[in-house]
């Protein structure tokens, strides 16, 4: 399927543009565009890198490339914002802190030792997932890892730390879901997710994991220490990422995974009342990640997977599915923002390093980079995009780097 909206009145890909849905391989001189051909849908390249010195540059200067953080030794695989600063977390085990303004590293943070102890009679080193996951809620940063302990010192399992940045030289808090069971979950946290509890606003902490189970963590302030609460079960594979919306009266945690589902969950009782599935027109493989889309004070989510689909669906009942698109490749990441104008967009990050840009809610191919396709960005796969202020986004990748973007024009400059 190629743009197909459902539905009447759906605003949705409801335009006779048209536009594959696929990346664009343009480059300086390529107007290859995801199975197109448009003579003037390039943005300015020169601009990536703020090299561009032309007085009358005819191409759209959209967006530039405000700096690149490298330094770690493995995939980076998430990103969170504090301030002028960020952290990042990697397959490296580590944990490192940038400074914005010049992406210096400011602090190098080893969270989990990745190398698992063997037995002498195997050849080769077994290494963990390192730090997959991170959610920053000031004043605390939680850091979700796999990593052996000391009860259980042959396999490793997942944890999750809790430092205090108002005191970051006390050791971080080990969320532990009984004395029984001395970790977070089973197997790697895969993702983290806040809510505040609807009755007494307090935080809730969501934690997906690679069995496919979701923990919820409430703070004990008698033994100032969060405390596992529950765990909500319903998916048989990994969780691959944990949303929380507000759905009218109704605060709600959507979770997504590797056994082709959506979960739709109430927050104040804990149940799924939802399952988005092939059965209601949804992914026939993997589910890689979800977006929340609000349009005219209506949220919707938009869902990618590993069957090359992009799906919205309508956040309220039932639940109907709003547009579908083939792609070219999977997006393996999902992230909205804006342009300079507060226009709405949509980026897809793919295996090849390459991010797409698409006009919402058309769904309207508008333009793509990456090293292969505009010399600036990514060369490996991109594993997060998050949103930032001022028409900021930031990325990572498995080429180690986390890349800083800011998009500087408006998406109706670019002609499609």
């Known amino acids: 399927m190629y743009g197909n909206n459902r539905g009447r009145n759906n605003q949705f890909g409801n335009n006779d543009r048209g536009g594959r849905g696929g990346r664009g391989r343009g480059g300086r001189n390529n107007n290859?565009?995801?199975?197109?051909?448009?003579?003037?849908?390039?943005?300015c390249t020169f601009h990536l890198d703020d090299r561009c010195q032309?007085?009358?540059?005819?191409?759209?200067?959209?967006?530039?490339?405000?700096?690149?953080?490298?330094?770690?030794?493995?995939?980076?695989?998430?990103v969170a914002l504090w301030g002028q600063q960020a952290f990042t977390a990697s397959s490296d085990g580590t944990l490192r802190l940038w400074a914005l303004d010049s992406m210096k590293e400011a602090a190098v943070i080893p969270?989990?030792?990745?190398?698992?102890?063997?037995?002498?009679?195997?050849?080769?080193?077994?290494?963990?997932?390192?730090?997959?996951?991170?959610?920053?809620?000031?004043?605390?940063?939680?850091v979700g890892y796999e990593e052996q302990t000391p009860a259980i010192p042959d396999v490793p399992v997942g944890r999750i730390q809790c430092w205090n940045l108002e005191n970051p030289s006390m050791p971080p808090m080990e969320l532990a879901q009984s004395a029984e069971m001395p970790f977070?979950?089973?197997?790697?946290?895969?993702?983290?997710?806040?809510?505040?509890?609807?009755?007494?606003?307090?935080?809730?902490?969501?934690?997906?994991?690679?069995?496919?189970r979701i923990a919820y963590w409430m703070f004990d302030a008698a033994t100032n220490a969060f405390t596992c609460a529950g765990v909500m079960e319903g998916h048989a594979l990994a969780i691959t990422r944990l949303k929380v919306v507000q759905l009218g009266a109704t605060t709600a945690l959507i979770s997504s995974s590797r056994d082709h589902t959506i979960r739709i969950w109430d927050v104040a009782t804990y149940k799924c009342g939802t399952v988005l599935s092939r059965a209601t027109g949804g992914h026939a493989?993997?589910?890689?990640?979800?977006?929340?889309?609000?349009?005219?004070?209506?949220?919707?989510?938009?869902?990618?997977?590993?069957?090359?689909?992009?799906?919205?669906?309508?956040l309220s009942p039932p639940f109907a599915v709003m547009y579908t698109e083939t792609l070219d490749s999977p997006a393996l990441a999902l992230c909205t923002?804006?342009?300079?104008?507060?226009?709405?967009?949509?980026?897809?990050?793919?295996?090849?390093?390459?991010?797409?840009?698409?006009?919402?809610?058309?769904?309207?191919?508008k333009t793509v980079f990456g090293k292969t396709q505009t010399n600036v960005g990514h060369t490996d796969a991109v594993r997060r995009i998050v949103p930032g202020p001022a028409h900021t986004f930031f990325t990572t990748s498995g080429d180690r780097k986390m890349m800083a973007w800011q998009v500087t024009g408006k998406i109706a400059d670019i002609q499609s």
């Open 32 to 43: 290859y565009s995801g199975g197109n051909r448009f003579a003037h849908c390039e943005i």
């Open 54 to 78: 032309r007085d009358n540059c005819r191409a759209p200067h959209f967006l530039k490339r405000l700096g690149m953080a490298s330094g770690h030794n493995g995939t980076v695989r998430d």
């Open 111 to 142: 969270q989990c030792k990745i190398e698992i102890d063997t037995l002498p009679v195997e050849k080769s080193k077994k290494v963990t997932e390192g730090v997959s996951s991170l959610l920053l809620e000031s004043p605390f940063l939680f």
């Open 184 to 212: 977070a979950m089973y197997r790697n946290v895969t993702s983290l997710a806040m809510a505040k509890h609807p009755a007494t606003g307090a935080p809730i902490i969501f934690s997906g994991g690679a069995d496919g």
């Open 285 to 314: 493989n993997i589910v890689l990640d979800i977006e929340i889309w609000v349009s005219n004070g209506e949220p919707f989510l938009i869902s990618s997977g590993y069957d090359q689909q992009i799906i919205v669906w309508q």
């Open 337 to 365: 923002t804006t342009d300079a104008v507060d226009g709405p967009l949509l980026l897809l990050g793919h295996d090849d390093g390459s991010i797409v840009i698409k006009e919402l809610p058309s769904f309207k191919y």
